[in-house]
């Protein structure tokens, strides 16, 4: 059982990382980008307040044009924050400030998981 896990476990980090190598790069999709940073609130669905909170920069030159986050609940299957798309159409029309939610759509035992993500992101751009 362990050692099912286990190769489960990596099977999906190998996924992850194959995903994160085919990607575009973001300053080939957003040339004029400079820098873009993520503030990110993770709460359960039922909460009012952030359980976690934390600062993503991201390096522009070298990043990936994807944005898919862990999901913070330890016992969350499958689980996840995939905000490409949402951040990619933000940056292409140039937006300084934007800000989003996502829900986790994973599985906490017999429960969706529903853990929510916002996120507020500020980008600066070559002029
Ligand atoms: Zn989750």
Request: hydrophobic share 30%; with cysteine; charged share 35%.
């Given at each position: 059982?362990?050692?099912?896990?286990?190769?489960?476990?990596?099977?999906?980090?190998?996924?992850?990382?194959?995903?994160?190598?085919?990607?575009?790069?973001?300053?080939?999709?957003?040339?004029?980008?400079?820098?873009?940073?993520?503030?990110?609130?993770?709460?359960?669905?039922?909460?009012?307040?952030?359980?976690?909170?934390?600062?993503?920069?991201?390096?522009?030159?070298?990043?990936?044009?994807?944005?898919?986050?862990?999901?913070?609940?330890?016992?969350?299957?499958?689980?996840?924050?995939?905000?490409?798309?949402?951040?990619?159409?933000?940056?292409?029309?140039?937006?300084?400030t934007f800000e989003g939610?996502?829900?986790?759509?994973?599985?906490?035992?017999?429960?969706?998981?529903?853990?929510v993500l916002h996120y507020k992101a500020t980008?600066?751009?070559?002029?």
């Open positions: 059982m362990m050692q099912r896990r286990g190769t489960e476990a990596s099977q999906r980090y190998e996924a992850r990382r194959q995903r994160e190598d085919e990607s575009p790069r973001l300053q080939a999709e957003v040339p004029a980008l400079e820098s873009l940073k993520l503030e990110i609130e993770e709460r359960r669905g039922d909460a009012r307040n952030p359980e976690t909170t934390y600062i993503r920069r991201i390096v522009v030159p070298s990043a990936p044009a994807l944005f898919a986050l862990m999901c913070g609940e330890r016992d969350c299957e499958d689980g996840g924050h995939d905000i490409t798309y949402p951040i990619m159409a933000s940056l292409r029309r140039g937006q300084t939610e996502d829900v986790c759509h994973g599985s906490v035992r017999t429960t969706t998981c529903g853990r980008a600066t751009y070559r002029s």
